[in-house]
């Protein structure tokens, strides 16, 4: 096997590809990627056992074959090599040998064969959507999933398509966030590990290109541009949020996310961990006041906002607060409050509805 590529080129497919490898396994063919070389295409790929990037780049002078060359070790190789184009040859005894300019060196690799079987992605019927959009509801709702192994099914999104729209959802118990987009495909429901969203969000574009999705037993594929990604799923069933998003009868208050994210930010600067304080919420003439006492000092801010109802109060938690406003990405929301302040309160775009984040009630002492 041999061929000859851009080192630019190799080295964003090496990056790519690299971080589905394991950085240390009871496996060590799954610290390396799978390179095969085919009529002049070269497809690298990363796998984990859970996550699977594959990428192909168009090659020069290539003789077909297979290697597992390992990914941490290639890719330091590559990137202090000079510029210009890289030709690696591997020979019967699994050595690369790898030239750049008058720079020469050598590794070991291993056979192909010791790669474990990676899943096939499938394109059939998959749903399409822009990656642009599937980016934006990933970043809007990955935020609240879960970090706790308790509960296995919250650590990561769940993704459902009823009556054509498709919802992204995100929860840990004490939030939900919700992000909704019209898509038209039969109903489905399946859960992707928020580590899985993780490194698809850094590949997606921020364009209109097209993303196709596609589910195959317990797996996910993601098939976009050069990229094939696969996930495995969550197994369990996870919560029905729908009846947590919809208030009779609210209170409505519009606030500037600008405004609000700057005070937040102060306040996080009082917030320790060990300790969950409460944020004072008061809500009258449109006027916010937030206060907050803790061990490590007090807090006390004033924001205007749009509101007209009586006089209310609500202890929330800071962090949560915060992380709701960054992920809204929009210049105004709007706060949907039941009136007591023992129930959750909604934020939801000033106009439109393509997302909802509830966020539970702190008792106020």
């Given amino acids: 096997?041999?061929?000859?590529?851009?080192?630019?080129?190799?080295?964003?497919?090496?990056?790519?590809?690299?971080?589905?490898?394991?950085?240390?396994?009871?496996?060590?063919?799954?610290?390396?990627?799978?390179?095969?070389?085919?009529?002049?295409?070269?497809?690298?790929?990363?796998?984990?056992?859970?996550?699977?990037?594959?990428?192909?780049?168009?090659?020069?002078?290539?003789e077909d074959g297979s290697i597992v060359i390992n990914a941490s070790r290639l890719c330091e190789i590559v990137r202090k090599m000079p510029s210009g184009a890289i030709d690696i040859v591997i020979d019967d005894k699994n050595s690369a040998s790898i030239k750049c300019g008058r720079t020469r060196m050598s590794i070991m690799c291993m056979s192909a064969d010791e790669y474990p079987q990676v899943p096939q992605a499938n394109d059939e019927n998959g749903f399409v959507m822009p990656q642009k959009t599937l980016k934006s509801m990933i970043?809007?709702?990955?935020?609240?999933?879960?970090?706790?192994?308790?509960?296995?099914?919250?650590?990561?999104?769940?993704?459902?398509?009823?009556?054509?729209?498709?919802?992204?959802?995100?929860?840990d118990g004490m939030?939900?966030?919700?992000?909704?987009?019209p898509i038209t495909h039969d109903n489905l429901k399946f859960i992707v590990p928020s580590k899985s969203l993780d490194q698809l969000s850094r590949l997606l574009a921020d364009d209109e290109q097209n993303i196709t999705i596609s589910l195959e037993k317990n797996q996910v594929s993601f098939l976009f541009g050069n990229y094939t990604m696969i996930s495995r799923l969550i197994s369990g069933e996870f919560l029905d949020f729908h009846k947590y998003i919809k208030y009779e009868n609210p209170l409505f208050v519009e606030i500037n996310c600008s405004d609000m994210i700057s005070t937040l930010e102060r306040g996080m600067l009082v917030v320790s961990d060990k300790v969950k304080s409460p944020l004072r919420c008061e809500f009258s003439n449109d006027t916010l006041a937030l206060s907050c006492v803790t061990a490590l000092g007090s807090y006390n801010d004033e924001i205007n906002i749009k509101y007209s109802g009586e006089p209310f109060t609500i202890g929330l938690n800071t962090k949560l607060l915060l992380d709701a406003f960054k992920a809204a990405e929009c210049a105004d929301i709007k706060f949907i409050m039941t009136g007591k302040s023992v129930e959750p309160v909604l934020v939801v775009p000033k106009e439109g509805n393509e997302f909802t984040f509830l966020i539970m009630p702190m008792r106020l002492k």
Avoid at 11 to 38: D, H, M, N, Q, V
Avoid at 157 to 168: K, R
């Fill in 1 to 62: 096997m041999k061929f000859s590529c851009n080192k630019d080129v190799l080295l964003e497919a090496i990056l790519t590809t690299s971080r589905a490898a394991s950085a240390k396994s009871a496996i060590p063919a799954l610290e390396g990627l799978l390179l095969e070389l085919e009529n002049g295409s070269l497809s690298l790929t990363g796998y984990n056992l859970e996550i699977g990037i594959k990428t192909t780049v168009q090659v020069n002078d290539g």
């Fill in 175 to 181: 939030r939900i966030a919700v992000r909704q987009e």
């Fill in 139 to 171: 970043t809007q709702t990955k935020y609240a999933c879960s970090l706790s192994e308790t509960k296995p099914v919250f650590m990561g999104c769940l993704f459902e398509i009823l009556d054509n729209v498709l919802s992204v959802v995100g929860m």
